[in-house]
Every structure is written in C-alpha cells, then in structure tokens.
C-alpha cells in the first residue's frame, strides 16, 4: 500500500485523501488542531497532530512515497512568513522512499501585472507579503534536492468553499474597475485532477500554474454567479468608495490585475478541465455536505 503524506491538510488536502484512497492509499495527514484531526480520522486519514513538520514521526518520513506540502503561511497578527527554510532540511534525510512531492503555491507570487497575461516564465514580482512569502516557500522546495513539483493556485473554489452564503445574506461588496481588474480562479475537483496527473507524470522541479480557462474581472464573476443562484446582485464600489470603506488586505485582493495562463497545464497534464469556468461548475457550489 503506497503512503501519501500530506502537510497542513486543509481543503484541497482533505480533497486529494479522499481521492486517493479510493485507489489503495494509504494517507498521512498533519493538522494542529484537535477537532480537525478527530474529523480525520472518522474519513479514514491517519492525523498526526503535531506543532510544525520537524516533529514527524520518523517512521512515517521513512515509509512515505509520496508528501504533498499545503501548510499555510505562519501569522504573527499582520505578519506571516514560511516555515518550510526551517524544518525541510531536517526531513530530507529521512524521506528515503520519497518518488514525488508537490507544494501548493499561489499565483500571487507573480504580483501585479495590470492585466496582462502571466505565465511560468513571467518574472515573479510579488509586492505582498503573502506573495514574496510563498515564492520563499517555493524556492526552499526547489533548493531541498527533492524530487518536487510546484503548483501556483488560482482562487480557490468548490463546494463549501465560495460567496454563495456572502451573496445571499445581500450587501456582497466588489470594486468596479476601469480598465477591468482581472482574476483566475481554479476549482477543486481540477486541482485534484492536476495533482495525481503530476504524479502519475512527474517532472522534478516542475512549475505549473493551476488556473482555470476564464479571467473574468470579480465583480463580473460575482454579479453572474448572484443572478445563476438568485441571490441579490453585489454592491458595486467605485475604487475611490473603496479605498474609503474596505480593509487594506480586501483592497489589495481586489486591486491585483492579471490573466493567467494554463497554457502549460494543459500540454502537459490536463488538456480538457472538468470545470474550465465557473459557468459549468455554479451547481456544484450549492453543495454543503461536509468533505
């Protein structure tokens, strides 16, 4: 029985367990919460309920074949920063069975690139913490000597994890910008897809940017995805409303403006999504059975 271990394992960690057990797995999973490792476990994943990485077990570092790292940045009130500088080198050695590794990164390291496309040969310029954070993650994956792929993450969406419920309680705020702010956006079951397509083909050091096939400005993504559930339409801010009202972190989501290309993804692992927009996937938003 192959071993999966997944860091940090949150809402695509949980979605790639279930995935994989279906085929013989057998999965590990980090958390440092007590209720979540409980949940963990009645799903049939081994939880490990540890403070950072460098207290895994050692047996379980020497019997996995495969480690998905989704460990979120480290938060000290507004600060963050990336942990896996210090507890990868101190895995290394022990990952003697280890054939594949992915990170999941984030598409924000490229930063701001006013509208224009992006793709993995775009020079990262990340202004936000978040963003020169993960590219810090990325690099000490690619420096470990692991056999790791590296996934930058559109926005993240699925069922349980979207703005139906924001929509519908009324008052949903976005900023309408002229020119157009674009953002992508990737559903889970792709992200799943993309990962074991990278494992069943892997390529050491390997980046892939995990988008779907639609940029589509935020507020024109939330007026349509109002209208497909019936719920009221946005409030629609001005950017000068904006910058009077919203919190710096919103502003500076809602102010990044760039197309990224799957264009990689596609030749490489996925030539058709099961989700390329989120107008094919809105019904599967409006599931709220637990994962």
């Known amino acids: 029985m192959p071993v999966m271990l997944i860091l940090g394992c949150g809402y695509c960690g949980t979605w790639l367990a279930r995935s994989l057990q279906h085929d013989g797995w057998q999965i590990y999973a980090t958390t440092r919460s007590a209720e979540h490792a409980e949940t963990l ?32 940045l480290q938060r000290n009130g507004e600060h963050m920063r990336e942990t896996q500088s210090a507890w990868l080198p101190l895995l290394t050695p022990w990952l003697e069975r280890l054939r594949w590794a992915g990170y999941l990164s984030t598409t924000g390291v490229y930063g701001d690139a006013e509208g224009a496309w992006v793709d993995e040969t775009s020079h990262c310029r990340p202004a936000s913490l978040r963003g020169k954070q993960r590219l810090r993650a990325e690099q000490a994956w690619l420096d470990s000597g692991l056999p790791v792929e590296i996934f930058r993450l559109a926005g993240i969406y699925g069922p349980r994890r979207n703005i139906v419920a924001k929509l519908r309680a009324g008052h949903y705020r976005v900023v309408r910008w002229s020119p157009p702010h ?27 940017n995990v988008a779907d096939d639609l940029p589509l400005p935020h507020d024109q993504y939330a007026s349509e995805l109002a209208a497909y559930i019936n719920a009221p339409a946005p409030v629609v801010l001005s950017p000068e409303e904006a910058e009077r009202t919203l919190s710096p972190a919103l502003l500076d989501f809602f102010r990044d403006n760039k197309r990224v290309s799957n264009r990689k993804l596609h030749e490489q692992l996925l030539p058709q999504l099961r989700y390329p927009s989120f107008r094919q996937a809105w019904r599967t938003l409006l599931d709220t059975a637990s994962v």
């Open 41 to 72: 476990s009645r799903q049939g994943i081994r939880p490990l309920l540890i403070r950072t990485p460098a207290d895994l077990p050692r047996h379980v570092l020497q019997n996995t074949d495969a480690l998905l790292d989704s460990i979120p």
């Open 182 to 208: 674009y953002a992508s956006r990737i559903h889970i079951e792709d992200i799943v897809r993309t990962i074991r397509a990278a494992m069943h083909s892997p390529q050491s050091g390997r980046i892939i």
